[in-house]
C-alpha cells in the first residue's frame, strides 16, 4: 500500500476543505492550489494531496485539464511523480500521463465547466526526489524543490501549451494563482518557500507549516536541517529579504543578502515596485548559477565561496526575474528573449544604480557585449526571438543570443531614445502587465505608445531578424556659413539593418556637436549646422558602440573631404581578434557559461 498522508491526520490538523455543491462555484477569479504535504527525509520523497479549485477565464466550456508534472523529466536520476487518483465531489476521475517525457497529467472531468465557474477536484501523487544537484533535487543536505508538484498548463490561442521539459533553460509557463500549502516537516528543517509562513505548530516529532502565497506563478520551496539565516530589509523596511545558506558559507550568505536587498531597490526604482512583502534567497546544490521563481531564488553552492561580481551578478539576475518572468509572465518555451533579455539588461542596470555608469559599462562590457562578440566571431548571428527548441541542445548560442545579445539590444535602443522615455517604458509595460502574460509584441506596443514612435525598424531587424552592418563614412565636407560650419556626410551601411546611430563632432578634441543619424536605407545623407568656424572636425560614429557590430569608424573631415581614422573600438576589437586573445576568450566564455550562467 502506497504511503501517504493519512486524511485522519489532516482531519485532526483541521485543514481539509468541505468541497462545495456539486464541486462548482462561481465567485474567485482565478485558479487556487491548497496542499498538503509530508516531507520524508530518510526516504527523499513528499507524500502530497491537493485540492485544486480551477477558473475557467477563458471565453469557452473546458471539459479537460492538462498538468505540468516536471519530476518525470528527472526518472533517469531517480525523480519522479507519481500519481495515485484523481477525484471530484462526485467520484474518480479518469487521468492519464502523456507527453512525449510523461510531464503532462490529462484529467476528463465529470463535467464542463462554464466561463467565470470554478470546479474543483483532487489529486492524491508522491514525489520522489533524485539525488542530484539541480533546482529539483536533493545534495548537501538540501532539498530543492522547483517545478515539483502538478501545475496547470495554459490554455490560449494556441489551445493547451503542453511543451517538455527543457534542461538548459526554462521553458515554463504558467498564470498567476493563489496557493495555500500546509507543509509537515521534522523538527529541525528550516523552510524557505514562495509565500509568507502564517502560521507553524507542532505535532509530534514534526512541525507543520502553514505557507500563504497570493498572486504567483509557481511555488518553490526548498528544506535543510544545516540551513543558517540572516535578514535585512528594502524598500525602507516594507520587504522583508532573507538569505538562506550553509554555516560554511557565511560569506557567501551574507553578500547574497547584500545583493538581494541591493536589488529590489534599484528595480523597484527604475521599474515599479515589488509587488510582494518577502523575498527569500536560498543556497542549494547545483550546478548551474541560479533559478527564479516567485519570491524565491535559488544560488548555487558553488558560489558561495566568493564574494565577487560574479555571485553578485547572479542574484542579480534571479532577483530581476521577480519583475520579468514572476510579476509580467510570458511564455518562457516561445519567447524566452522577454524575460531573459530584459532580466539580463536589467542585472547591468543594477550595477549602474548601485554603482554608478562607469562601473555598469565594465560590467557589460566583461558580461555582455565582449561574450556576443566572441560568438559572433566564431559562429555568427542569431535572432533573438526565437523558442528554446530552434537552440536545441546548442545552450552556447542560447545563452549567448537570448541574454547577451538580448541584452545589448536593449542597452542599443535605451541609448538612441534616452533614459527618461526608456525607463518610461518599462515602467508602463510592468504596469500593464502585472500579474498577467505579456507578449513580444505586448512590449513593442507598449513601448511604441510611450515613445511616441514606431519602431519596427528595431523590432523586425534587431529582434525578429538576425545579421550585423557594418557602416563606412564617404563624402565628408565642410563649408562655412559666417559663424556657422555646416558639416555634410554620407553613411554607408552594409547589411539590412535600420538604425539609429549616434555620432560626434569634435573640434581640439572637444565636442562640438552630437546627435543621432537615421539610418534607414544603403546611403544615408547627414547635414549638420555647427555653431563656430572650424577648418578640421573629427566625426566618430557611434564611439561607444551602442550599435552592435562594432562598425565605429572615426573620419577627419577638411574642406579637402574626409579621412579615415582608427578608433578605440577598432583598436580593442583588433587585439580580441589576435590568437592569443581568441584562445583566452574561449576559455573564459567557457567559464562563465558552465559556471555562472544556468546551462544545463
Not at 531597490?265 to 509587488?275: I, V
Not at 539590412?496 to 565636442?511: D, G, N, T, Y
Request: with cysteine.
Amino acid at each position: 500500500m502506497k504511503a501517504r498522508i493519512s486524511l485522519l491526520s489532516l482531519l485532526i490538523l483541521g485543514l481539509v476543505l468541505a468541497p462545495s455543491a456539486h464541486g462548482i462555484k462561481a465567485y474567485a477569479e482565478k485558479s487556487k492550489y491548497t496542499m498538503w504535504v509530508k516531507l520524508d527525509e530518510e526516504s527523499l520523497k513528499l507524500d502530497c494531496n491537493l485540492t485544486f479549485e480551477y477558473f475557467n477565464s477563458e471565453s469557452e466550456p473546458i471539459g479537460e485539464l492538462y498538468f505540468h508534472i516536471y519530476p518525470n523529466a528527472f526518472i533517469e536520476h531517480g525523480g519522479k511523480l507519481v500519481v495515485h487518483g484523481v477525484a471530484s465531489s462526485r467520484g474518480a476521475l479518469e487521468y492519464s500521463i502523456e507527453g512525449s517525457d510523461r510531464t503532462v497529467l490529462h484529467v476528463v472531468l465529470d463535467r464542463e465547466v462554464k466561463p467565470g465557474e470554478v470546479h474543483e477536484i483532487l489529486v492524491n501523487f508522491t514525489v520522489y526526489i533524485p539525488e542530484k544537484p539541480d533546482r529539483f533535487g536533493y545534495n548537501r543536505g538540501i532539498f530543492a524543490l522547483g517545478n515539483w508538484y502538478p501545475i496547470l498548463a495554459v490554455y490560449d490561442d494556441e489551445g493547451w501549451n503542453l511543451d517538455p521539459y527543457y534542461p538548459h533553460g526554462e521553458s515554463f509557463y504558467s498564470e498567476v494563482a493563489d496557493y495555500e500549502v500546509y507543509l509537515i516537516v521534522p523538527q529541525g528543517v528550516t523552510v524557505a518557500a514562495t509565500g509568507s509562513l502564517v502560521e507553524e505548530r507542532r505535532l509530534g516529532g514534526s512541525v507543520v507549516q502553514h505557507w500563504k502565497a497570493v498572486d504567483v506563478r509557481d511555488f518553490a520551496m526548498t528544506c535543510s536541517r544545516y540551513y543558517t539565516m540572516l535578514e535585512d530589509t528594502a524598500l525602507n523596511g516594507r520587504v522583508r529579504v532573507i538569505s538562506y545558506f550553509l554555516p560554511e558559507d557565511e560569506i557567501g550568505g551574507k553578500a547574497a543578502l547584500e545583493a538581494a536587498v541591493k536589488a529590489v531597490n534599484a528595480y523597484s526604482s527604475l521599474y515599479g515596485d515589488y509587488p510582494f512583502r518577502e523575498l527569500r534567497v536560498a543556497e542549494t546544490g547545483g550546478w548551474f548559477g541560479g533559478m527564479e521563481y516567485p519570491q524565491i531564488v535559488f544560488i548555487s553552492s558553488r558560489l558561495y565561496d566568493r564574494s565577487d561580481l560574479i555571485l553578485e551578478y547572479v542574484v542579480a539576475h534571479e532577483v530581476g526575474h521577480q519583475w520579468w518572468y514572476s510579476a509580467v509572465g510570458n511564455d518562457e518555451n516561445d519567447e524566452p528573449w522577454l524575460d531573459e533579455g530584459l532580466t539580463e539588461f536589467s542585472t547591468v542596470m543594477y550595477f549602474e544604480w548601485n554603482y554608478g555608469r562607469d562601473y555598469a559599462e565594465k560590467v557589460f562590457d566583461r558580461m555582455v557585449r565582449e561574450d556576443y562578440y566572441r560568438f559572433l566571431d566564431r559562429r555568427g548571428d542569431l535572432p533573438v526571438a526565437r523558442p528554446v527548441t530552434f537552440f536545441g541542445d546548442d545552450t552556447q548560442a542560447y545563452y549567448t543570443i537570448v541574454y547577451s545579445k538580448g541584452a545589448f539590444i536593449l542597452w542599443y535602443l535605451r541609448h538612441v531614445v534616452g533614459d527618461k522615455l526608456f525607463f518610461d517604458g518599462m515602467r508602463e509595460f510592468y504596469r500593464r502587465y502585472r500579474f498577467k502574460v505579456a507578449t513580444i509584441e505586448g512590449f513593442k506596443e507598449t513601448l511604441e505608445e510611450v515613445f511616441g514612435m514606431s519602431l519596427n525598424w528595431f523590432f523586425e531587424d534587431w529582434v525578429y531578424s538576425s545579421g550585423i552592418p557594418s557602416y563606412s563614412i564617404r563624402g565628408g565636407s565642410l563649408a562655412q556659413m559666417g559663424e556657422i560650419t555646416v558639416v555634410q556626410f554620407q553613411i554607408h551601411r552594409a547589411g539590412r539593418q535600420r538604425a539609429l546611430i549616434p555620432f560626434v563632432l569634435e573640434a581640439s578634441e572637444k565636442v562640438v556637436y552630437s546627435g543621432v543619424a537615421n539610418v534607414s536605407s544603403s546611403i544615408t545623407v547627414v547635414e549638420v549646422a555647427v555653431n563656430g568656424s572650424f577648418e578640421r572636425i573629427v566625426l566618430k560614429l557611434d564611439p561607444q558602440d551602442i550599435v552592435p557590430g562594432r562598425s565605429n569608424p572615426t573620419v577627419v573631415i577638411t574642406k579637402g573631404g574626409a579621412k579615415v581614422e582608427y578608433t578605440a573600438v577598432a583598436e580593442r576589437d583588433r587585439k580580441l581578434r589576435s590568437p592569443l586573445a581568441v584562445a583566452a576568450a574561449s576559455s573564459v566564455l567557457l567559464v562563465l557559461v558552465l559556471r555562472y550562467r544556468r546551462v544545463k
